[in-house]
């Protein structure tokens, strides 16, 4: 529901410029308590529901990386994360509770997937963590990423609609530059972002050099194939700043060979594109390992003959708040 309807549903009392209040106050000031608002009448304050999710518990990491566990209002929880990198950060948020795509190297598919996130949930997340780190969304360099818990494409409308409130000039102002969104490759939604006028970069979680060893490491790729996903991130019409991201979990004798590093650079040599490498994030219940340092630099070394490649540090491993670890992990199973 917009502001502007929440405001009128509250009664014939509040006039409609109230809900230009409240959104200056909550996305440009990102005010998380209408108590703070001395120009709102108290009975909005009281009345009017802000909705940015509360936290639960944090978890801070060896390196500086903090994993929140937030409880939204009905009482479910999601899992944020805020990794620190010199004058930048980078927030990393869900875009639904659990998740509903079965990749058998993530904690979080043991979840299953409960509910998506409202617009305002996914947006909540950033103004939680602003207010938490005293951050300024439009001044410090703040990067988004939504890589949480869930497949965005899957709830796309939530997404774009949060996206158009993160970049919006008169509210949290965060370039488009600065947002990315990634998908396990849901080809039809690929194809409707692309019409969105505003939206995230997309990066695509590959993670496999053969369609047989995508099957088996990411069950959608039996209704969503590997070389049809390829087409259309050939068709996707990227701005003149953007490239493509291939994202790609190194598992130990699975998909870490020199010729799964061949494949890979065959496949995405002609797009305009880059390669991530992770090396797995190990967790319970996940039947892989991971690589040594030597097999990521040798799978590294072969793909960046063809196309850009880099390894993405691990943050927050201590805390099970890396890639593909969140599964709401408690301080006793940290132990």
Request: proline share 7%; net charge positive; aromatic share 6%.
């Amino acid at each position: 529901m917009e502001v502007a309807d929440i405001v009128a549903a509250l009664g014939p009392d509040h006039p409609r410029f109230r809900a230009r209040q409240i959104y200056e106050a909550v996305y440009r000031q990102r005010v998380t308590d209408l108590h703070r608002v001395s120009t709102l009448p108290k009975a909005l304050r009281d009345e009017f529901p802000v909705g940015v999710p509360e936290v639960q518990r944090v978890f801070d990491s060896s390196d500086g990386t903090r994993r929140y566990l937030l409880q939204l209002a009905d009482g479910k929880t999601i899992e944020t994360v805020w990794m620190p990198e010199g004058e930048r950060s980078t927030v990393c948020i869900s875009t639904q509770a659990g998740c509903p795509v079965d990749c058998k190297f993530c904690l979080t598919a043991l979840l299953g997937l409960e509910r998506n996130l409202t617009a305002g949930e996914i947006v909540g997340q950033v103004l939680r963590v602003a207010a938490d780190r005293g951050l300024e969304a439009n001044v410090d360099r703040l990067n988004i990423v939504m890589m949480g818990q869930g497949e965005p494409l899957l709830n796309l409308s939530n997404v774009i609609k949060a996206t158009r409130l993160l970049t919006d000039p008169e509210g949290m102002a965060i370039s488009p530059r600065r947002i990315t969104l990634s998908t396990s490759g849901i080809i039809p939604k690929i194809r409707e972002l692309a019409r969105e006028q505003v939206r995230p970069k997309l990066a695509i979680s590959l993670n496999a050099s053969t369609e047989e060893q995508r099957q088996t490491l990411m069950p959608i790729t039996r209704k969503y194939h590997l070389r049809d996903l390829i087409d259309v991130c050939r068709a996707y019409p990227l701005r003149p700043w953007e490239k493509l991201t291939f994202e790609y979990v190194l598992l130990k004798g699975v998909n870490d060979t020199d010729a799964d590093a061949r494949r890979v650079a065959k496949l995405l040599a002609n797009l305009n594109a880059k390669v991530n490498l992770i090396a797995l994030n190990p967790g319970p219940g996940i039947p892989f390992e991971t690589p040594a340092p030597e097999r990521v630099a040798a799978f590294q070394a072969i793909v960046r003959r063809t196309l850009p490649c880099f390894v993405r540090k691990p943050r927050g491993l201590d805390v099970y708040a890396a890639c593909g670890q969140l599964k709401r992990m408690e301080l006793v199973e940290l132990q």
